[in-house]
């Protein structure tokens, strides 16, 4: 495997279901990063991991919650979703930025969920 | 506020030249990127700029103007391919340079 992938590349669920995308960078980052993009909409950054800390939650609802074990794999867990939360989540990950260099972000193909 | 505008959907040729404009309203800018996203696919990196100026790529240039709060993604010898979604994000040093993102500009290629 080379760069990111994510599984599932669909998922469909109802409200009550508990379910976890994972996220798997091969790139030797230290950071990786949650957004969700919906339609015509601009990507919403939930969550970035740096040296598998949180540094970043940008006001998500608790029904998704996060969990990064190493610098390699990031998990999404949901939980008692809305139908308002169906949506491309996608995850990325990069070189951590903190001494000022860019942080050229690299995406997974996305996991698209439906909740019903 | 913070805020980026790109037009929502752009058509152009095959063969011909494309400019997709990028505006933003941003404080602590760190420099500006352009992502490709084709459907149902992942965003690829295709530009950084962070100084002003034109930065060629191949078929792709992208230019920015910090006084302005203006980038511009060139696309030239249009192909098929390029028929995508084009995102503007621009780094911020006080969001902990985390990326603000454009709703992207659909380009749709015509033969």
Same mark, same amino acid.
């Given at each position: 495997? &080379?760069?990111?992938?994510?599984?599932?590349? @669909?998922?469909?669920?109802?409200?009550?279901?508990? #379910?976890?995308?994972?996220?798997?960078?091969?790139?030797? @980052?230290?950071?990786?990063?949650?957004?969700?993009?919906?339609? #015509?909409? *601009?990507? /919403?950054?939930?969550?970035?991991?740096?040296?598998?800390?949180?540094?970043?939650?940008?006001?998500? *609802?608790?029904?998704?919650?996060? /969990?990064?074990?190493?610098?390699? @794999?990031?998990?999404?867990?949901?939980?008692?979703?809305?139908? /308002?939360?169906?949506?491309?989540?996608?995850?990325?990950?990069?070189?951590?930025?903190?001494?000022?260099?860019?942080? /050229?972000?690299?995406?997974?193909?996305?996991?698209?969920?439906?909740?019903? | 506020?913070?805020?980026?505008?790109?037009?929502?959907?752009?058509?152009?040729?095959?063969?011909?030249?494309?400019?997709?404009?990028?505006?933003?309203?941003?404080?602590?800018?760190?420099? +500006?990127?352009?992502?490709?996203? @084709?459907?149902?696919?992942?965003?690829?990196? +295709?530009?950084?700029?962070?100084?002003?100026?034109?930065?060629?790529?191949?078929?792709?240039?992208?230019? +920015?103007?910090?006084?302005?709060?203006?980038?511009?993604? +060139?696309?030239?010898?249009?192909?098929?391919?390029?028929?995508?979604?084009?995102?503007?994000?621009?780094?911020?040093?006080?969001?902990?340079?985390?990326?603000?993102?454009?709703?992207? &500009?659909?380009?749709?290629?015509?033969?």
């Amino acid at each position: 495997e &080379t760069g990111v992938t994510q599984t599932p590349r @669909h998922l469909v669920m109802g409200m009550t279901n508990k #379910k976890s995308l994972k996220c798997e960078q091969h790139l030797g @980052h230290n950071a990786m990063y949650w957004y969700k993009q919906s339609a #015509k909409k *601009p990507l /919403e950054l939930m969550f970035v991991y740096s040296l598998e800390e949180r540094v970043e939650n940008n006001s998500v *609802p608790s029904r998704f919650s996060p /969990e990064c074990p190493n610098s390699s @794999h990031l998990f999404l867990h949901l939980h008692t979703l809305q139908p /308002e939360d169906s949506a491309l989540y996608l995850c990325a990950s990069s070189q951590d930025w903190r001494d000022g260099s860019y942080n /050229e972000q690299f995406f997974g193909p996305g996991t698209r969920l439906t909740v019903l | 506020g913070q805020n980026i505008d790109q037009p929502t959907e752009m058509t152009a040729t095959e063969g011909a030249i494309v400019q997709i404009n990028c505006t933003y309203q941003t404080s602590g800018f760190n420099g +500006l990127f352009w992502y490709q996203q @084709h459907a149902g696919e992942a965003p690829t990196f +295709l530009s950084y700029n962070v100084l002003d100026g034109l930065e060629e790529k191949g078929r792709f240039s992208s230019f +920015l103007s910090r006084s302005k709060g203006y980038s511009y993604l +060139l696309l030239k010898e249009l192909q098929m391919k390029d028929s995508a979604s084009y995102l503007c994000a621009v780094s911020r040093t006080d969001s902990n340079y985390q990326l603000i993102w454009g709703a992207g &500009t659909k380009l749709i290629i015509k033969p």
